[in-house]
């Protein structure tokens, strides 16, 4: 029977009416499920590098450490008790021996200068505490109260030092006499930051399974920030990657969403959402990529339905000063860090239904 052409009422005809319903019902909950979406998409903000980056640190000179191929790498940048700004930087592939890693800082009295002074190396693993030799990865500091506490790797583990003044940190030594709060549940526990949400801490950070080749990203909770909860894996897999450098560099914000307009009513999203920026390559090619939800345990595991878009930085940590937002990174060439100015700007301002970034 040759094939011939079949108009709409003459399949429904034929149709059996449960699945003609069955059609109904799932085109009903496509559009359901596409309105939920687009109400996120909307209620996003686009991060956006604003003007031009300036350079605040370099390659330092580490004395009889110095190496020709190491690299400023993770690091951390706040403001101290007497206004200056401190950069500390984790320096990898030095002479320091072990894992050829130590912390170096520089100082700035303000956050918008360029070529900050070189102030020397600023701390050295220390292997009568456990810490593992030339280990220390990543630090990151907050302040609560009148006290700076800075959160660090040691290659296995996350420790934890103070300082009353934002430039001297001492370790604080739990019931075991060491400085470390928690590691795993994967390996190389490394790259906390941590971000007060209701009263609670939220420390972010990463490992990787070395037998696997996977990597994920991880959060616990505390309430005094040496008691930490269980770890919660918040992001891995995805189109950013599976493998053991794929979810590097956690870094979350709280975001509030753009003022609803009167009359209309407001949506779980609208109070605000949680953005993570996820490192996946570092150098020339430099890439994160950027999630936002309302959930702060849950930026997708290989799940892209928070995902919004890249940026060209690695390592990246905003700031807020004075009303203005900044974003700090590593230069493309591993040779020091950088600083932009940062804003965020709606979604819907752009005339597109699009959420990627890049």
Same mark, same amino acid.
């Given at each position: 029977m040759?094939?011939?052409n079949?108009?709409e009422?003459?399949?429904l005809?034929?149709?059996?009416k449960t699945l003609?319903?069955?059609?109904?019902?799932?085109?009903?909950?496509? &559009?359901?499920?596409?309105?939920?979406s687009d109400?996120?998409a909307?209620?996003?903000?686009?991060?956006?590098?604003e003007?031009?980056?300036w350079q605040v640190a370099?390659?330092p /000179?580490l004395?009889? !450490?110095t190496?020709?191929g190491?690299?400023?790498?993770?690091f951390?940048?706040?403001?101290?008790?007497?206004?200056?700004?401190?950069?500390? @930087?984790?320096?990898r592939?030095?002479r320091?021996?072990?894992?050829t890693?130590? !912390?170096?800082?520089?100082?700035?009295k303000?956050?918008? /200068?360029?070529?900050?002074?070189?102030m020397?190396?600023a701390m050295?693993?220390?292997?009568?505490l456990?810490?593992?030799k030339?280990g220390l990865q990543?630090?990151h500091?907050?302040?609560?109260g009148?006290v700076?506490?800075?959160?660090?790797?040691d290659?296995?583990?996350?420790c934890?030092?103070k @300082?009353?003044?934002?430039?001297?940190?001492t370790?604080?030594l739990n #019931?075991?006499?060491k400085p470390d709060? $928690?590691?795993g549940?994967y390996?190389?526990?490394?790259d906390?930051?941590?971000?007060p949400?209701? &009263?609670?801490?939220y420390c972010y950070y990463?490992?990787?399974?070395v037998?696997k080749?996977?990597?994920?990203d991880?959060c616990r909770? @505390?309430?005094d920030?040496?008691n930490?909860?269980k770890p919660?894996?918040?992001a891995?897999?995805?189109?950013?990657g &599976?493998t #053991?450098? %794929?979810?590097e560099c956690p870094?979350?914000?709280?975001?509030?969403?753009?003022?609803q307009k009167?009359g209309?009513s407001?949506?779980?999203? @609208?109070?605000?959402?949680?953005?993570?920026f996820?490192?996946?390559?570092?150098?020339?090619?430099?890439?994160?990529?950027?999630y936002a %939800?309302?959930?702060?345990l849950? $930026?997708?595991?290989? /799940? /892209?339905?928070?995902?919004?878009g890249?940026?060209d930085v690695?390592?990246?940590e905003?700031?807020?000063?004075?009303?203005?937002y900044?974003?700090?990174a590593?230069?493309?060439?591993l040779?020091?860090?950088?600083i932009?100015r940062f804003?965020w700007?709606?979604?819907?301002?752009?005339?597109?239904t699009s959420?990627?970034l890049?």
């Amino acid at each position: 029977m040759p094939f011939k052409n079949i108009n709409e009422s003459t399949i429904l005809q034929f149709l059996p009416k449960t699945l003609f319903l069955l059609l109904i019902i799932n085109s009903v909950l496509s &559009g359901i499920q596409a309105l939920g979406s687009d109400s996120l998409a909307k209620s996003a903000l686009k991060p956006e590098i604003e003007g031009h980056w300036w350079q605040v640190a370099g390659n330092p /000179d580490l004395g009889e !450490f110095t190496s020709p191929g190491q690299q400023p790498v993770d690091f951390a940048v706040w403001q101290a008790k007497d206004g200056t700004w401190q950069l500390w @930087s984790c320096i990898r592939k030095t002479r320091c021996g072990g894992n050829t890693r130590l !912390f170096y800082r520089w100082e700035a009295k303000n956050l918008t /200068d360029k070529n900050w002074k070189p102030m020397g190396i600023a701390m050295q693993a220390d292997i009568k505490l456990g810490e593992q030799k030339g280990g220390l990865q990543a630090p990151h500091v907050i302040k609560v109260g009148n006290v700076y506490y800075m959160f660090y790797g040691d290659w296995i583990r996350i420790c934890l030092a103070k @300082s009353d003044d934002g430039k001297t940190f001492t370790r604080l030594l739990n #019931k075991n006499k060491k400085p470390d709060l $928690f590691s795993g549940p994967y390996n190389n526990t490394r790259d906390a930051m941590v971000l007060p949400i209701d &009263g609670k801490y939220y420390c972010y950070y990463t490992g990787h399974l070395v037998d696997k080749n996977v990597g994920a990203d991880f959060c616990r909770i @505390s309430q005094d920030l040496r008691n930490w909860s269980k770890p919660i894996m918040v992001a891995s897999g995805g189109r950013a990657g &599976g493998t #053991k450098y %794929s979810a590097e560099c956690p870094h979350v914000v709280y975001i509030s969403c753009p003022k609803q307009k009167e009359g209309r009513s407001e949506s779980p999203q @609208s109070k605000g959402l949680f953005y993570l920026f996820r490192t996946q390559r570092y150098s020339k090619n430099n890439v994160s990529s950027v999630y936002a %939800s309302p959930d702060p345990l849950n $930026f997708g595991i290989n /799940d /892209d339905r928070f995902f919004i878009g890249t940026l060209d930085v690695a390592a990246p940590e905003i700031l807020m000063h004075k009303g203005q937002y900044y974003i700090a990174a590593l230069l493309p060439n591993l040779k020091g860090i950088r600083i932009a100015r940062f804003k965020w700007m709606p979604v819907e301002t752009e005339g597109k239904t699009s959420r990627i970034l890049k």
